[in-house]
């Protein structure tokens, strides 16, 4: 059973944007932090970015912050990665994944449900 569904990836040019969606169809998606992995390949899964269940606290790694901004719907049972000023190293897949509860860490194993992947690629 499918439970995070992202979609939203593809192929755009260095200083272009994407937006990432990925749709929930848990019950419990209101009270759960929900946050953003990347994982390129041959490396560990690192953390993009997360935001708490009411949406009103979001952390972001070093690396995007600033260009990327996360953002969810708790009605449509959504969260979005908006991605600005893309660069050729943002090119991985990304995760979608979804907290055991309602705050928010870095740490991969804070996160209990994971989508199956959307490919990023950004040319130079």
């Known amino acids: 059973q499918v439970m995070l569904v992202e979609s939203g990836g593809g192929l755009v040019q260095a200083g272009g944007s994407l937006r990432l969606s990925c749709t929930a169809s848990?019950?419990?998606?209101?009270?759960?932090?929900m946050g953003w992995f990347r994982q390129p390949p041959g490396k560990e899964r690192e953390f993009v970015a997360a935001?708490?269940?009411?949406?009103?606290?979001?952390v972001y790694s070093d690396s995007v912050k600033g260009r990327f901004t996360i953002s969810r719907d708790n009605a449509q049972k959504t969260v979005y990665l908006h991605m600005n000023s893309l660069k050729p190293e943002d090119t991985t897949v990304y995760y979608c994944?979804?907290?055991?509860?309602?705050?928010?860490?870095?740490?991969?194993?804070?996160?209990?449900?994971w989508g199956q992947g959307t490919q990023v690629t950004v040319s130079s």
């Open positions: 994944a979804a907290a055991a509860g309602p705050y928010c860490d870095r740490a991969p194993s804070t996160y209990d449900l």
């Open positions: 935001l708490n269940w009411s949406g009103d606290t979001t």
């Open positions: 848990i019950r419990t998606f209101r009270t759960r932090c």
